[in-house]
């Protein structure tokens, strides 16, 4: 009793809150070491694998708890999302995820993550687990009303861009594709309108690495036994050793203008879905034994539509879009002007009633 109260007094505010409206916390899940990687492998705590098809990841970083919502030991976890954290293991196990906006849910004890860029939010099986979940971790403007009062309501007739074009050149895979038309269908059925309208992505990557970097590197400064990490790790903090203050100053300044370059969409728009991912759940090990450059490069291209809104700080959410002929989770982005959680949740509550998915279980469920 005295190891468990002890935990309790620890508690980060976040996990206190949901102790505080009754929350029963069940564990800890993995995560990627130092949560820098969107699959959920590491040599020291093994291989998490996805409920949906055990030979993918179920994402990452947040992918143990993904995986654990999916199977069904939970309904809804906790995320944190520093570059798509929540939004990828969601999409790759057929969950709802919302990165909400910067600020909205306290980070203490920390004062920050990863420069600006990290958010914690939920991972849940239904778009009202979810709202329910924010509203009991995040802070509320005067007279906004609560998440959970958005599942249902209606959102009026909205303006939906979407894009496949990715923040960085690579392909995009057809199903992924497939899933924004479906998607956009469904929306369009519901009454809103929809046009293709890319966003401007500009300087967003140089906005983003240098914080990235330098978040993982103060991450791994803190390990108590630095020698005991990975080697691709110690290749990361290396990397972030390129990064002078100077030059991680200049990433951090260039967010508002990247940040009103890509809200530019917002214009004449009032939502914008493009793919989660541009490819679907990685094989298990496919970047096993592989270098710091090579397992850099390749999940950037794996999960080009993330981060940038990890830079501009606004709200995003990941939205189950069917499953591909393997009967893997397909799913969606759609991301918000500033503060539009709720705008987010009642569209999403809107596909979810029109395009069910938590009825469905994975093989691994209990």
Known sequence: ????????????????????????????????????????????????????????????????????????????????????????????????????????????????????????????????????????????????????????????KLRVAFSTKPALPGPVGREQKDAVARIVGVLEKLGHSAEQSDPSWGAVIPAFVPRYLRGIADDAHQVENFDALESRTKGMVRFAGLISDRRLQKAMDSEEKVAARLNGVFDDHDLLVTPALAAQPLPIGRYANRGTIWTFNGVARFTPFTAPYNVSGQPAVSVPAGFDSDGIPLAVQIVGPAGSEALLISVSAQIEAASPWADRRPVLSV
């Open 1 to 156: 009793m005295g190891h468990f109260m002890e935990e309790k007094q620890n508690d980060a505010e976040v996990v206190r809150r949901l102790r505080a409206a009754g929350a029963i916390v069940i564990g800890k899940t993995n995560v990627p070491e130092l949560t820098q990687w969107p699959f959920t492998e590491t040599e020291a705590f093994g291989v998490t694998r996805n409920p949906w098809s055990p030979g993918h990841t179920p994402g990452g970083s947040s992918g143990g708890t993904a995986a654990a919502v999916a199977a069904g030991f939970a309904g809804v976890g906790l995320g944190s999302d520093g570059g798509g954290s929540i939004r990828i293991p969601a999409a790759c196990c057929g969950l709802f995820g919302i990165k909400p906006q910067r600020g909205r849910v306290p980070l203490a004890p920390k004062a920050d993550g990863w420069h600006g860029l990290s958010v914690f939010g939920p991972i849940a099986r239904s778009v009202e687990d979810a709202a329910l979940f924010l509203d009991v971790v995040g802070e509320h403007h005067t007279g906004e009303l609560p998440f959970v009062q958005a599942v249902g309501a209606d959102p009026g």
